[in-house]
């Protein structure tokens, strides 16, 4: 499983195609629930290791693992939709519907959020950058064999330790590791985007 590091991401993003959503009733402390998972999939919560599956609640301080060629969807607040892909480890510091929160992340995921809902602030963790979004559609993860975001809708900033970028529609950005400086701003083609979107089992 992926090491996760500590820095920052602030994000949003897609979902799993012609998935039809049912909301299972969340109880108290509950901000969500797996909407379907494939191979190895396990939650880790309070040092307590367990499998994942398809309407298993989601609480703050929560970790989601997946394994090699593993895939979750995953719903927070019956309104943000996050897809992650194989090996990536996504973790639930704080969220709150309609407010935002901190979520630390290392691998490749999808985060989408309507454009009809109110923007939120929230803040990805990850050891490459940090990222600020509200309310959009986007990748981050591995593309082309090197760290990437990607911007399918809305507008995100992407920080380094010396460097703010803000990318909009179409457009990604590369970082060749920890503590790199972001490579230019550049428009993705469709082999790029279809490509970075099947790694978390999504169509672009």
């Given at each position: ?38 191979g190895d999939v396990v939650l880790e919560r309070a040092a307590t290791r367990m499998p994942l ?13 997946t394994g090699v060629q593993s895939y979750a969807e995953l719903f927070l607040n019956e309104a ?26 290392g691998g490749a995921m999808v985060f989408d959020r309507p454009d009809d809902l109110p923007p ?85």
């Amino acid at each position: 499983m992926p090491s996760l590091v500590r820095r920052h991401f602030l994000i949003g993003s897609a979902a799993f195609a012609a998935t039809c959503v049912t909301s299972p009733v969340l109880a108290a402390g509950e901000i969500g629930w797996a909407v379907e998972t494939q191979g190895d999939v396990v939650l880790e919560r309070a040092a307590t290791r367990m499998p994942l599956g398809p309407d298993d609640a989601l609480r703050e301080r929560d970790l989601v693992q997946t394994g090699v060629q593993s895939y979750a969807e995953l719903f927070l607040n019956e309104a943000t939709q996050i897809n992650l892909g194989p090996e990536t480890a996504f973790g639930i510091d704080s969220f709150v519907a309609a407010i935002g929160g901190e979520i630390t992340i290392g691998g490749a995921m999808v985060f989408d959020r309507p454009d009809d809902l109110p923007p939120i602030d929230l803040t990805l963790h990850s050891a490459f950058a940090r990222i600020g979004v509200r309310g959009t559609r986007f990748f981050l993860g591995p593309s082309q064999g090197v760290f990437s975001v990607f911007v399918a809708r809305g507008a995100v900033q992407v920080r380094t330790t010396d460097v703010l970028l803000s990318l909009s529609s179409g457009e990604g950005v590369e970082i060749a590791g920890p503590g790199a400086a972001p490579g230019d701003i550049v428009n993705w083609g469709e082999a790029r985007i279809a490509a970075a979107f099947a790694s978390v089992g999504l169509p672009s």
